[in-house]
């Protein structure tokens, strides 16, 4: 009765309570709005799949066969594979230890004078078989295997905050990186488009030349333009063949041509998200794994401090002994035992206490972490936000300036072509042209950039709709047996 009462109360006691501080979610200091709000914005936007308020039927296929075929997130899955194993095996701790024995052993022993050469050793041979089952069962009496377990599960929910963030950067990524393609080619068709106007100036500079109209200095003066712009159209053909291939990347393909879709003047710029500052805590899978990190650290102090106390052990052995085969199965076979272990430290020469001090020491930086991923989101989608206002007026004044630059261009060659002014005037105009419609082109993509920094920055429930909707590889559960 006083061994059973004994055994009651240790079980009683396992799972009363856990050394080492609960996790209490750090208080953070939220803006109540932000700063640079506009009042036109989607109520529901980031529960969306934005990218499809582009209005371009490529880059949404695009985006599909990158959650498909995209290898950064195919080891994201294979990361979330491993720490459910790890959080498998350690949860295992909790529960008895079973295993199996088999012994058997064949031998003489020694004469009785310990002379095995003795004439006189009569010593018969000696035959011994086991056949058994043990177990080992420590009793998380202080919490230490619970914390731990604690800690592996914070690790598991890390691994898939971090997949959902290689599906946010994913598709931010692939949106930024198809529009940065759709203005180069823009930029390319801008640059043959005025070399092509710049070479039928350079055949009547050399035909004006020719007869006598113009001086040299016009033909070289219109030559050196004509080169100069020229020389941007391999550039630009440079630039996309790399972006093409940044692409084929991101979608897990070998480099290859990537087809298009609208142009930058059909794309559609998608409504600017709504959300308060604290839904970011919700929405951000960094956050969300900056947490995780820091409810494993938390849980890691208390893994530490128990090593402290004793650590307490119920072994058990049962099964069937015999010196002959024959009789193995017999009831007089039979044996058992049952019994208990208690290990405690006495010196350890600070080490212990070392891995107490570190341990702490990582829940701080894990505790700065969380804070620190909390207001760089914040400046994120502040960013965004003044990005997405002041690039409008950017491209209001850039069409405005271009419709100008035309002008002036028009004006030019009518009164060169009178007489009134000189060539240097009609080659500033085109140069002028040009950088316009260049800048204009810049100041678009830049717009686009920053709708999609917004989305990016606010995170949303599309993620979770687009990992469910992904034909990705899916994470067995711990297993339980053997």
Known sequence: MNKLMVFSLTALLTGCFKIGPDYIRPEVDVPKAWRFAESDVGKNATDLKWWEQLGDPVLNRLVNQAVQGNLDLKIAVANIEQFMGQYGSTRANLFPQISGTTNYAHGQPESAGGDPLSSGNNSQEINYTRLGAGMNWELDVWGRLRRANEAARADLFAQEAIKRAVILTLVSELAQTYITLRELDKNLEITQSIVKNLGEELRIANSRFIEGYSSELELEQADSEY??????????????AITENALNVLLGHNPAPIPRGLSLDELKLPVVPAGLPSDLLAQRPDIQQAEQQLIAANARIGVARSQYFPKIALTGDVGQMSTQVATLFTPG???????????????????????????????????SNYQRSIISGFREFENALVSTDKTKVQIEKQSKRLHAVQNYFNLSRIRYDEGYTDYITVLDSIRQLFDAQIELVQTQSASFTASINLYRAMGGGWIVKEDKAANLPKTKEAALFP
């Open 227 to 240: 080169q100069r712009r020229s020389a941007f159209i391999p550039l630009y053909e440079k630039q996309i």
């Open 333 to 367: 076979a039979n044996f058992w035992s049952v019994g208990s272990s208690l290990l405690t430290p006495i010196f350890t020469a600070g080490k212990i206490a070392g891995q107490i001090q570190s341990a702490e020491a990582t829940q701080k930086a894990a505790v």
